[in-house]
């Protein structure tokens, strides 16, 4: 059981930036995911167990930066903010694999943070 806590939403202008947090309660393969109001769950990007490794949608790459530290962190830091990138962020934890998967096995999730991007 891997239990996942958010932290970081909030209003931003387009082209402005935001860093989202997500602490886990083990140290695992972690993945971005939003929700936009109407729309289907989209994967944004994941992190491998060890860090060394990065994956994005090609709709984020070059804008957002998946990091996290030596602890239980996880963060997603958002740069260029659109008005398109505003959704319900969730973090996720995929428990079965070392390596980052778009489609990962993810059964973890985090409660979600509000990011909303005014034009």
């Known amino acids: 059981q891997v239990q996942l806590v958010e932290s970081g939403g909030g209003l931003v202008q387009a082209g402005g930036s935001l860093r989202l947090s997500c602490v886990a309660s083990?140290?695992?393969?972690m993945g971005w995911f939003r929700q936009a109001p109407g729309k289907d769950r989209e994967f944004v990007g994941c992190i491998s167990w060890s860090g060394a490794n990065t994956l994005y949608a090609d709709s984020v790459k070059g804008r957002f930066t998946i990091s996290r530290d030596n602890a239980k962190n996880t963060y997603l830091q958002m740069n260029s903010l659109k008005p398109e990138d505003t959704a319900v962020y969730y973090c996720?934890?995929?428990?079965?694999?070392?390596?980052?998967?778009?489609?990962?096995?993810?059964?973890?999730w985090g409660q979600g943070t509000q990011v909303t991007v005014s034009s």
């Open positions: 083990g140290r695992t393969v």
């Open positions: 996720a934890a995929d428990t079965l694999h070392s390596s980052c998967l778009s489609g990962g096995s993810w059964s973890y």
